[in-house]
């Protein structure tokens, strides 16, 4: 019989409320056209959440850049 291993949620990311809430910012001051939110929930499981875009291509180039500076910062 296998043993039961206990996991450890996701720790609490430290600036998750206050980025959330500039990207909020951004939108009230009518600075943004979409937004695309990758989640990480704290059991480890993945989201994504995306708005309506004028231009789906800009989105998406957004989210590339986005990956490609998250490596960097990994990187580093």
């Not at 430290?14 to 937004?35: H, K, M, P, Q, Y």
């Not at 480890?44 to 231009?55: E, H, I, R, V």
């Amino acid at each position: 019989m296998a043993d039961l291993v206990a996991l450890e949620p996701e720790p609490l990311g430290e600036n998750v409320i206050a980025t959330l809430e500039r990207a909020l910012e951004l939108a009230r001051a009518g600075e943004l056209s979409s937004v695309a939110i990758a989640l990480v929930h704290r059991d480890g499981c993945a989201q994504a959440l995306w708005s309506d875009a004028a231009n789906m291509l800009l989105l998406i180039g957004s989210v590339g850049r986005l990956g490609h500076k998250l490596n960097l910062d990994l990187d580093n």
